[in-house]
């Protein structure tokens, strides 16, 4: 079974600076997709970023980035340029790659990111 | 517009009282599933289903039912809510995808279930 932790359940950031919230993961697998998730005050789960474990590349969306770590089992998110529409709960979800199989979100606890102006 | 659509939104209930959730995609997705979300837990998969007529238990499946008669379609039930029954649930679907390829879940609004 695969879990996901994240060990910051609140943090805040000033407008315009840079944040990073972190995610670890425990599994077995060795081919899996990484996600983080933003859920404003409206409930939406809005997909932020992803990541496939088997490319090396960190990926970037905008001002999202993250730092992946497949030895360490790191899958941390930078916000640069914060703004206040990124106020949102951040989730982090681990997927394992199965050809056909079932497409179970593992998610972490989340981490409430408060951008203050 | 691609879109999962979950109702209702809002619910206040009764314990015993059954009651219906539903959900339907219009993007053609073979794989569909319910979460519940709690307060310091995340989101937990309750059910899920790879095709019509075909379901399975996820992390939490106890006190909920769910039926996938149509492709487009997966109600969750509750046949006898109880109080921890209260959550934020949300469908979500996707294509299964074959080989190398990430899927990206939809997901749904999410409904503020209440049972009191």
């Known amino acids: 079974a695969q879990t996901v932790t994240q060990s910051q359940p609140e943090m805040s950031v000033q407008e315009a600076e840079t944040v990073t919230l972190s995610c670890t993961y425990d599994t077995s697998e060795s081919n899996y997709y990484l996600f983080w998730y933003k859920q404003p005050p409206s409930r939406q789960m809005i997909l932020v970023i992803r990541?496939?474990?088997?490319?090396?590349q960190n990926a970037t969306e905008n001002r999202f980035s993250v730092n992946f770590q497949k030895a360490a089992k790191s899958f941390s998110l930078k916000i640069s340029d914060s703004q206040l529409g990124d106020t949102a709960m951040y989730f982090c979800?681990?997927?394992?790659?199965?050809?056909?199989?079932?497409?179970?979100?593992?998610f972490g606890s989340g981490t409430q990111l408060t951008v203050l102006p | 517009e691609a879109q999962v659509t979950q109702n209702p939104r809002y619910l206040i209930t009764v314990t015993g009282k059954k009651l219906t959730v539903t959900c339907s995609q219009n993007m053609n997705h073979e794989y569909m599933s319910w979460y519940r979300q709690d307060p310091g837990l995340g989101l937990r998969q309750i059910y899920y289903?790879?095709?019509?007529?075909?379901?399975d238990k996820g992390d939490v499946p106890e006190g909920y039912k769910v039926s996938r008669k149509e492709k487009r379609n997966f109600p969750l039930i509750l046949e006898s809510p109880s109080p921890n029954q209260t959550s934020l649930y949300f469908c979500a679907s996707s294509l299964l995808g074959q080989g190398r390829g990430i899927t990206e879940a939809f997901f749904g609004q999410g409904t503020r279930l209440t049972v009191v």
């Open positions: 990541q496939e474990a088997y490319k090396q």
């Open positions: 289903s790879m095709n019509v007529e075909v379901t």
């Open positions: 979800a681990f997927m394992k790659h199965s050809t056909g199989s079932a497409r179970q979100l593992t």
